[in-house]
């Protein structure tokens, strides 16, 4: 089917036909791709391991994908207590690759469960896009869209652009004041951080014993929980010592994302850094609220 040419037509028109519907069956399938984001402690990884869990029990063979988790490589986490193995994902995995490896192995693959998707560089995003295109496979990604600075991860923008799905995570996080909680706050010294260094170190400890144990990602806040408990009762949050990798936000979105790779102390400086998800009001004005933190918010110490 063709488009009529007419001296008329509107150059500005930018529907193409399309085929009658006893045709369309003649169309390529093609997957889809779901982007569901959030801030901090919305249940996103929860989410995931969720639809692998129903998608699994359907019959679907799927594979598990997470760059830097908060309790460390090669796995998906979740706070309810859920874990699962998962591949992890660097700058450098060609995603591609990792399907093709999988069928290679016997594996058939109909979906990819892809976690803390922010990290994901554009290129990844765009490899998703080809396998949900090409090979038909679906891919559902969770994670934060923006950073402490509320500027988009360069991985999530390419999400927003290329995802045929946008679906914000329905569990609601709230701001001190009430209101829905969008903005995941840096804070140092309770002041709201507006500019820094954007690749931040964690390393989680047991405060009980002074152990040290999990490396913690800072960038989404997903180190430790800041709990009302002491720190010799059972139930106390770990807390976390911090390092600042020497990374400037004047360097573009190249290094937006913040990770909890290991860096040598000789590189970094300590600091003690903690995140706190705040509404787009108190955010922007900086206000922590009458009691800062408060119960549940998220600190590396």
Not at 226 to 254: I, Y
Not at 261 to 273: H, I
Request: hydrophobic share 35%.
């Amino acid at each position: 089917m063709t488009a009529l040419e007419s001296p008329g037509a509107d150059p500005t028109d930018a529907l193409s036909p399309v085929p009658a519907w006893g045709s369309r069956r003649e169309v390529p399938n093609v997957g889809k791709i779901k982007f569901s984001y959030g801030p901090m402690d919305c249940g996103k990884s929860t989410l995931a391991l969720q639809i692998d869990h129903n998608l699994a029990r359907q019959g679907r063979q799927g594979l598990l994908l997470v760059s830097n988790d908060r309790a460390g490589p090669g796995q998906i986490t979740s706070r309810i207590g859920i874990t699962r193995e998962a591949l992890e994902l660097d700058a450098g995995t060609d995603l591609r690759s990792v399907v093709r490896q999988a069928w290679e192995q016997g594996t058939h693959v109909d979906y990819l469960i892809v976690d803390e998707a922010q990290f994901l560089s554009p290129v990844q995003v765009e490899q998703l896009g080809e396998l949900a295109d090409e090979a038909t496979i679906d891919v559902y990604c969770f994670g934060i869209a923006t950073d402490f600075r509320s500027r988009l991860f360069p991985g999530a923008r390419r999400l927003f652009e290329l995802a045929d799905e946008l679906q914000p995570v329905q569990v609601e996080v709230l701001c001190w004041c009430g209101l829905p909680g969008r903005f995941n706050a840096r804070v140092c010294g309770d002041e709201v951080q507006r500019t820094g260094d954007t690749v931040i170190v964690a390393d989680t400890a047991d405060v009980a014993d002074d152990a040290q144990s999990d490396a913690g990602t800072a960038g989404d806040g997903h180190a430790a929980d800041a709990g009302s408990a002491a720190p010799n009762e059972p139930g106390a949050p770990p807390t976390v010592s911090v390092v600042a990798a020497h990374t400037s936000d004047d360097d573009g979105d190249a290094s937006i994302a913040e990770v909890n790779r290991a860096t040598p102390p000789s590189q970094t400086d300590s600091t003690t850094v903690r995140y706190q998800v705040l509404c787009r009001r108190h955010y922007r004005l900086g206000d922590l609220g009458p009691a800062g933190s408060g119960h549940g918010q998220l600190r590396l110490t």
